[in-house]
């Protein structure tokens, strides 16, 4: 994945988050329970895709790095 698309892909799931997390539960609604729940999943699947994602980058960076010291050594 690109630097560009990563990183588009990271703001992406931060707005995501950012959405779930100004929701206001419906109490008398059918099914909020489960809506609540799911939102809550989905939450924790994006901030586990942000921190993947994250991960990633370091590594393609440090990788960068190494190879920079090669050449230059």
Not at 31 to 56: H, M, N, V, Y
Request: charged share 35%; glycine share 4%.
């Amino acid at each position: 994945m690109t630097w560009r698309r990563r990183t588009k892909t990271i703001a992406r799931l931060r707005e995501l988050i950012a959405a779930l997390d100004r929701r206001v539960p419906q109490l008398g609604r059918v099914g909020e329970p489960r809506i609540a729940s799911d939102s809550a999943a989905l939450k924790r699947t994006a901030q586990a895709q942000i921190a993947e994602l994250e991960r990633d980058a370091h590594r393609v960076a440090a990788g960068s790095c190494r190879a920079m010291k090669r050449v230059s050594s």
